[in-house]
């Protein structure tokens, strides 16, 4: 009987009976492959394991070199020869690798060879023991590619940090979405401390610590807080904190999840903001329209009683009448600084509306110039009108003429001593009004601003005046399906269009006034 190589005295030939149980045994095992190779590498033996594993039965592969069961780059590589050669020279060599079946088909074998000498140490051939790992090898594999298509999720993620820490709390694991959002390359942070992102103050008491602990003791730990980038800006972020446990239950680390913040942070407070200044605007804008007519009111009464008292002491006491006038003439700008307040709450708030009747623009332009005829002497302006007969259009005659008087109005307060024209032509299917000065004009990154609401012209002077009447002005135009623009014209001054549609508009006929609420 063959020795396995480095056997003692204890291992010399054991009584035939014990040798032909041992025999029997080996040839009915069938989860190994047990058999014996010669020395010169040929099947010498095969067992009932080896065929089912191979499948070759032993008439067909017994003499047969052993190179018949690796693959053709392990024949080429000259493999089977090595393995002989490494178990002769130290006595037993193992080996993992794809191995073949007759019918061609691989399998991942583990394969044990033991040299076997005589008892004068002389070889006399090998032991080989085989077993298929193929079932082993594939839920390796299919394991090892969970856990590569598992980094590669955490290091595709972007948008979160995705990182585990050990359960001292110590960075192993650090994914691209962690890189990006607190600047720190894996490498900078393996084995740091996850305290590092913690404000000095959160640290002082006692986090991350307690965040661990919490985490361990209930299974999760969530919050919303502040941590530190590598620069040493600040980052709102939400944090989930999960113990990460071995199948027996041991603690192996924490897993965190964390998603910066700060933009839904900043764009919520931004809401807040605006909401706090859409009421704030609110609250502004009833309050005018309160204070508007809660003064309207008083100021007609005194209009009226200034009215009355003129008539009384003009042929009594001239200078008095001047006074009276003088004083009326407040009352009626006073009034006037009302009813436009009263005009941008309207807006503001949806309430105002266009009472659309039939007319002739050419002759309610003329009456409006000629009501400020008086106010163009006072500031020194030389007023001219020229309107286009026949323009006869749908619109709201009381609010064209408050457009005439805002615009007549700025051009006398901006432009005094100066000549002011108003021209009513036809074009293109549109009724265009103009006003020109020739003041100083207006700075070109003012002529869009002007229309805003509380705006005025950047000047050296003060006009005085709220800033709401041109804004109003837009509003009207707008209104009625018009616009109108400021310009500055090559021949100096200023330049206000106002354009409006001559079409009747929808719902309306000959006779008949329409109302329209605008928004």
Not at 87 to 112: C, H, L, M, P, Q
């Amino acid at each position: 009987m063959l020795q396995p190589d480095g056997g003692g005295p204890a291992d010399k030939l054991r009584p035939q009976s014990y040798d032909e149980q041992f025999r029997h045994l080996v040839e009915t095992v069938k989860d190994y492959a047990i058999f014996l190779v010669d020395a010169d590498g040929r099947v010498a033996s095969w067992n009932a394991g080896a065929e089912n594993i191979k499948g070759w039965q032993a008439r067909e592969i017994i003499g047969q070199p052993i190179e018949r069961f690796y693959t053709d780059e392990d024949r080429r590589a000259g493999k089977p020869a090595r393995l002989l050669r490494e178990a002769t020279e130290a006595g037993r060599v193992e080996d993992e690798g794809w191995r073949v079946r007759k019918d061609g088909t691989r399998f991942w074998a583990d394969v044990v060879i033991t040299a076997l000498r005589d008892p004068g140490g002389a070889l006399r051939g090998f032991a080989k023991v085989t077993r298929d790992l193929t079932a082993r090898k594939a839920a390796e594999e299919a394991l090892r590619e969970s856990e590569e298509q598992l980094r590669l999720l955490i290091q595709s993620v972007k948008d979160y940090l995705l990182f585990m820490v050990s359960p001292e709390g110590r960075v192993v694991v650090w994914n691209s979405g962690a890189e990006s959002v607190t600047g720190y390359a894996a490498a900078e942070v393996a084995g740091k401390h996850v305290a590092l992102f913690y404000l000095p103050e959160d640290r002082a008491k006692g986090h991350p610590e307690s965040d661990l602990e919490e985490a361990r003791r209930s299974g999760r730990f969530e919050t919303e807080a502040c941590r530190v980038r590598k620069d040493g800006s600040r980052f709102w972020a939400s944090v989930v904190i999960t113990p990460v446990l071995s199948s027996s239950g041991e603690l192996r680390g924490f897993a965190q999840v964390v998603r910066d913040l700060t933009e839904r942070r900043d764009a919520e407070e931004e809401r807040v903001r605006l909401a706090q200044a859409q009421e704030a605007i609110r609250l502004r804008d009833e309050f005018l329209s309160i204070a508007s007519h809660e003064l309207k009111t008083p100021l007609t009464a005194l209009q009226l009683q200034l009215q009355s008292l003129r008539k009384r002491v003009e042929a009594l006491d001239e200078a008095l009448a001047g006074r009276v006038d003088r004083a009326s003439q407040s009352g009626m700008r006073l009034a006037h600084l009302v009813e436009t307040l009263l005009d941008a709450s309207r807006i503001a708030s949806g309430r105002f509306e266009l009472s659309r009747e039939r007319f002739e623009l050419g002759e309610a332009v003329r009456q409006a110039a000629e009501h400020l005829r008086e106010t163009a002497a006072r500031a020194g302006c030389e007023l001219v009108v020229t309107t286009d007969a026949g323009l006869i259009g749908w619109w709201d005659r009381l609010r064209i003429e408050q457009v005439v008087t805002n615009l007549l109005a700025n051009a006398f307060k901006y432009a005094a001593g100066s000549r002011v024209e108003v021209s009513v032509v036809s074009s293109e299917g549109e009724a265009v009004l103009s006003v020109q000065d020739h003041g100083p004009g207006i700075a070109a990154a003012d002529v869009e601003r002007i229309f805003g609401r509380f705006e005025r012209a950047v000047s050296m002077r003060h006009y005085g005046g709220m800033g709401l009447g041109l804004y109003v002005t837009r509003q009207i135009v707008e209104a009625h399906g018009g616009a109108v623009e400021a310009a500055n014209p090559p021949e100096g001054g200023a330049r206000f269009t106002v354009r409006l549609p001559l079409a009747a508009p929808l719902g309306a006929s000959s006779g008949n006034s329409a109302r329209q609420g605008m928004n």
